[in-house]
């Protein structure tokens, strides 16, 4: 990654004005997906508008303290910022259409179970160490292939789901992302790209409801009751959904958002030292960094809110600005943790119409598939035997998992461990991960068509 001559170095507390317009900037950065994410979940376990507001303000005060951990001692004291992960919308997706029958509160409870017990794993690899060994396994077709099935999977939630409950908005949004991202001369613009696009056509559909164009019912109507009903101030707290539950079922699905998320993090520390003028981050940091991050998730699930992971938009943020200072990325996890009291603001961001988020969806989504195939890069694609383990690990995350979803009382059958390879089998980025890691360590090959760099 480039970088820009750094202005504030990671011990350098700039003055109150720059830490609070700086940190804002990073709340900023981080809004967009981190609040698509709850957005996501909230319909598909049937949520109120008011239940997706309040949960949304879970979120938020969930990010901002996992942000505190990392940054502190106990972390990797890196300045990076935590906030939700797309890594983990196929396996919450599973555990959301295995307990979906009894209702929103239980399955948020399964959910917090789930991120209580793999966040326990993550501190205990951080705690002793073992992130490094796992290193020397997972190479670039490992990384590339799984980011590749985390997005393209994701192609039915985003069309199917989302957009096509009214497309003229969906496709305005996607066109926008484009223009603000990539038309326009302007670094405030390419960065707010995504935000500004969801504004626009928010304050567009809002009007045009207002005026009576849209009526209640239509898929971008948007009304204000539940902004109004909402509270001023609010405190989230602790379990707000119920007693966290735990299943064997539940663990093994979200073991491989975990999995992607432990890629996805270490790469995230070595670009933000990077950006930060630092040299790479020892063993002991990345471990340290993993432990935070388990910690985090542990923290998510106990007060109702999702898994964290390091946030790449903000490391960009740190190159583009060269503000560097972990004091500035505190300040914006305590905005952070200050906009989840404000319960209005939650349900102002509930009124989001699925199309919308769906045009989101689209444009990110497809992103996230494309950085897998830029992964691959890194490997030596020529060779026949890179592209063989990649074509079939890619076709089996696309088509085992439906087959495994249909044979789930014969994995069942098969007591707890069935039930652990019944949830990953039907869990793409699972299958991905599993199948290129094996492969590319069974198969011969050096390690530089391999893509490593030792």
Request: hydrophobic share 50%; proline share 5%; glycine share 14%.
């Amino acid at each position: 990654m480039a970088r820009k001559e750094l202005v504030y170095g990671v011990d350098d507390v700039p003055s109150l004005p720059i830490l609070l317009l700086a940190g804002a900037q990073h709340v900023l950065t981080l809004f967009g997906a981190t609040t698509l994410v709850p957005l996501i979940f909230g319909p598909a376990m049937g949520m109120t508008p008011a239940q997706i507001g309040f949960f949304i303000s879970c979120v938020y005060f969930a990010m901002g303290v996992c942000t505190l951990i990392q940054t502190s001692p106990f972390g990797s004291g890196l300045p990076i910022v935590q906030g939700s992960s797309f890594s983990f919308i196929p396996p919450i997706m599973t555990i959301v259409g295995v307990y979906s029958a009894q209702g929103t509160n239980v399955i948020l409870q399964y959910i917090g179970g789930a991120l209580i017990s793999g966040g326990v794993c993550l501190v205990l690899l951080g705690q002793f160490g073992l992130i490094g060994r796992i290193r020397r396994f997972v190479g670039p077709i490992t990384v590339g292939t799984t980011i590749m099935a985390i997005g393209f999977s994701l192609a039915g939630t985003a069309i199917s789901g989302n957009a096509a409950g009214y497309w003229p908005a969906s496709l305005t949004v996607v066109v926008l992302i484009f223009l603000f991202g990539l038309g326009v001369k302007g670094r405030y613009v390419n960065i707010f790209s995504v935000l500004l696009s969801v504004v626009i056509v928010w304050g567009a559909c809002f009007a045009l409801s207002r005026a009576g164009v849209f009526q209640p019912g239509h898929p971008v109507y948007i009304g204000l009751d539940n902004v109004n009903s909402a509270k001023w101030f609010q405190f989230t707290g602790f379990m707000p959904w119920g007693m966290p539950k735990f299943s064997t079922v539940a663990f093994g699905a979200i073991l491989a958002g975990f999995f992607s998320v432990i890629l996805e993090s270490i790469g995230d520390y070595f670009n933000v030292c990077n950006a930060a003028g630092l040299p790479d981050p020892t063993e002991q940091q990345i471990s340290r960094g993993i432990r935070a991050e388990g910690l985090g998730c542990i923290f998510g699930g106990l007060t109702g809110a999702v898994a964290c992971t390091s946030y790449t938009e903000n490391i960009g943020l740190i190159g583009l600005t060269g503000v560097a200072s972990r004091w500035v990325v505190r300040v914006g996890a305590i905005l952070l943790i200050g906009m989840s009291m404000i319960g209005k603001f939650g349900a102002l961001v509930a009124t989001l119409p699925a199309p919308i988020i769906g045009g989101c969806y689209i444009a990110l989504f497809g992103t996230i598939g494309a950085l897998g195939i830029q992964a691959l890069t890194r490997a030596d694609m020529q060779k026949q035997r890179n592209v063989m383990i990649v074509g079939f690990s890619f076709l089996m995350a696309l088509g085992l998992p439906g087959w495994v979803e249909a044979q789930k009382d014969l994995f069942f059958g098969w007591g707890i461990p069935g039930q652990i390879l019944w949830a990953i089998g039907k869990t793409s980025m699972a299958v991905a991960g599993v199948s290129a890691c094996l492969l590319d360590n069974l198969i011969p090959g050096t390690r530089e068509e391999r893509g490593f760099r030792d």
